[in-house]
């Protein structure tokens, strides 16, 4: 009997979600059962490259299905200063060893989900697109969703603009749905992410595997250090997707609080602001639980680790 937590793991590659497809990958608590990816990070074609490349750089072969180009409402806008202009900037990553599925992204995540013999997880890590049309869409299949783990949003302030962090200010809409839509949802903003910081000790916990793998993963690291150092003006860039993969392997990995939060969708210059009440000042109902404090050690602890599992087999 299977025991592994499924998961779909929704992205738009991306340094950081080059580590959570790796942890999803390589750890044995969880079984990854596709990739869908979204425009985000860069465009769609280029978020859907990089995915395949990284799955060739890694030996990992799933389903990808090529997702939302542009937001359920207006247009997609990147990221370059982060990422680059391939979005992935800092290596040179193999060509894609296999096709993307001929399924859009909806339809895979439906078809992956109703084929699995157990409640599926769903993890984006990128705007909220992609997952909030599934859920319109198919309705039935809401039962089989075991939890949304998402990275996104932020109990504090923002990081693309001062209240917004970049995955929901991209598709405040879906990010809406997907907070509403009554199931289990699990929420990795900024105030946890920015734990996660990719240090000098971690880049050479990673080096030491001494793997082509592990080599390529800091070279990628240290072009990300330095648009953070640019950008944001901090010495160590946070790793902010892995840490919704984290959460499920081991939801101990991080101190919750389950708290009502809504997404600002009117506001002149809070649009895409994740409203969350720690406090309950509000008197609505807590809806998400949202990630508070992190066990930096135990992260990078499965993140290093899945690393390691991939490099020994690439």
Not at 78 to 84: D, E, K, L, R, S
Not at 86 to 108: I, K, N
């Amino acid at each position: 009997m299977n025991t592994a937590t499924p998961v779909i793991l929704d992205c738009d590659p991306g340094h950081d979600d080059m580590l959570a497809i790796m942890l999803a990958a390589a750890n044995p608590d969880v079984e990854l059962l596709g990739i869908t990816t979204v425009s985000g990070n860069g465009s769609l074609d280029k978020v859907t490259y990089n995915a395949q490349r990284i799955c060739a750089l890694a030996g990992i072969t799933v389903p990808i299905g090529r997702g939302a180009n542009d937001p359920l409402s207006g247009k997609a806008s990147a990221a370059p200063t982060i990422h680059g202009a391939s979005a992935l900037d800092g290596a040179d990553l193999p060509e894609p060893t296999y096709d993307v599925s001929p399924l859009p992204a909806v339809e895979l995540i439906a078809k992956l989900v109703d084929e699995c013999d157990r409640r599926v997880t769903l993890i984006p890590t990128g705007p909220l697109t992609n997952i909030a049309m599934f859920l319109q869409a198919y309705p039935e299949l809401h039962s089989k969703i075991e939890r949304i783990s998402f990275m996104g949003g932020s109990t504090e302030r923002g990081n693309w603009t001062p209240y917004a962090e970049f995955n929901i200010w991209a598709d405040p809409e879906a990010a809406d749905i997907v907070i509403r839509s009554g199931l289990e949802v699990t929420m990795s903003g900024l105030n946890i992410t920015h734990q996660a910081l990719a240090t000098e000790e971690v880049l050479n916990r990673i080096l030491s595997l001494d793997t082509p793998l592990a080599r390529t993963v800091v070279d990628l690291l240290i072009f990300f250090k330095q648009t953070y150092q640019d950008v944001f003006n901090m010495p160590d860039p946070p790793l902010h997707d892995p840490v919704a993969v984290a959460l499920v392997i081991d939801p101990e990995i991080a101190r919750m609080k389950f708290a009502p939060v809504a997404v600002e969708l009117e506001g002149a210059l809070t649009r895409g602001a994740t409203l969350v009440d720690l406090y309950g000042t509000t008197g609505q109902e807590a809806n998400v639980h949202v990630a508070m404090e992190l066990d930096v050690d135990l992260f990078w602890n499965l993140v290093i680790g899945a690393i390691a599992r991939l490099g020994a087999h690439s």
